[in-house]
């Protein structure tokens, strides 16, 4: 189907795209890579007035990472992540799981992961990830550019906190430690599909090789990605050993509130979320090199 009648503008820097939003209000709608938006806009899903398109703004390309912050502009392409040399390097390993998982590798030539959490798919890659490693948005609105913790990002099915007139112009992932590791557990029917439930960990040792932190978020569980507080409390303190995998396999489990759908009944997701939660501790572990 064609899209519904749209105006279109392109912004060739921050400030134009930031004053074409304003000047539009609810009307218009940020492209990205537009690998959401577009299809949806071609099932009459979303009727935007006006397209302001950002992919001429060379300063929102960036792909950053120094000593505070991995900092990810909001058209830099989920391949861009993928191919990044420091990507492989072991504190990054859960952005590097879900940069080779998102959809497939031509969607993930356009696709962006600030497109991705403002579009907020409950059952969307980057937005759980985004939460077991306590990401911050960085969102322009009238009043400058505030950061909002990721936890608060997240609203509701398809809804984020970018309001009218405001756009998100980067998400930052603090730099971990050497003895941070994990892991993204992701179960899809075939590749390119969305995840029938998928799970984000990630975890610090002390050098007693107890646990320090603990990040666990489960994605097509919810109305959006969901963090599972419970399952971090269980594990932070202890050492990783098989009953604090299962203690939190289990609130995950518990915390899981998937719909049933063509990809499979509510008990199996919720079965699937504890099943994936404990699958991806033990991979994050054994990436830090310990046996659990
Ligand atoms: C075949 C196919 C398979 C897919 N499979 C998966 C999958 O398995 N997992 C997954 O997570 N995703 C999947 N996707 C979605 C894909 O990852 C999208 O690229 C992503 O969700 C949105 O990123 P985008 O840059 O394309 O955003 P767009 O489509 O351009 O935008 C999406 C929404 O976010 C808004 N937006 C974008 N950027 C900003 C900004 N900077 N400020 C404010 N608002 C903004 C737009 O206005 C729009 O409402 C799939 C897509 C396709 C086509």
């Not at 420091?86 to 993930?108: F, G, K, N, Q, T």
Request: hydrophobic share 45%.
């Amino acid at each position: 189907m064609f899209p519904a009648a749209f105006n279109y503008l392109r912004a060739h820097n921050p400030d134009e795209a930031f004053a074409f939003l304003q000047q539009h209000g609810a009307e218009a709608r940020v492209l990205a890579g537009g690998q959401s938006l577009i299809p949806a806009m071609r099932f009459r899903l979303a009727r935007p007035g006006v397209l302001v398109d950002i992919n001429a703004v060379r300063e929102f390309a960036y792909l950053r990472n120094d000593a505070q912050a991995l900092a990810i502009g909001p058209i830099a392409r989920d391949s861009e992540i993928e191919r990044a040399p420091w990507i492989r390097e072991r504190r990054w390993s859960l952005i590097y799981d879900v940069s080779r998982v998102v959809a497939d590798p031509v969607v993930r030539q356009m696709g962006t992961i600030v497109g991705s959490l403002c579009h907020n798919d409950p059952s969307g890659d980057w937005a759980a990830a985004a939460l077991a490693s306590r990401a911050e948005v960085d969102v322009r609105g009238t009043g400058g550019t505030r950061k909002v913790k990721i936890d608060d990002f997240l609203v509701d099915s398809f809804t984020a906190a970018v309001g009218e007139g405001e756009m998100a112009t980067g998400v930052r992932f603090r730099v971990a430690d050497e003895a941070t590791a994990g892991s993204y557990q992701k179960l899809e029917r075939k590749v390119g599909d969305f995840a029938t439930a998928a799970a984000a960990v990630q975890v610090s040792l002390n050098s007693d090789g107890t646990i320090r932190e603990a990040g666990i978020a489960l994605s097509a569980a919810g109305p959006c990605a969901v963090r599972v507080e419970e399952a971090e409390r269980a594990l932070v303190g202890r050492k990783p050993t098989g009953d604090a995998i299962r203690a939190a396999a289990d609130a995950a489990e518990r915390k899981s509130a998937p719909q049933a759908d063509l990809r499979g009944s509510v008990e199996y997701k919720k079965h699937l979320a504890g099943v994936l939660v404990a699958r991806g501790l033990r991979q994050a572990f054994a990436r830090l090199g310990v046996q659990s």
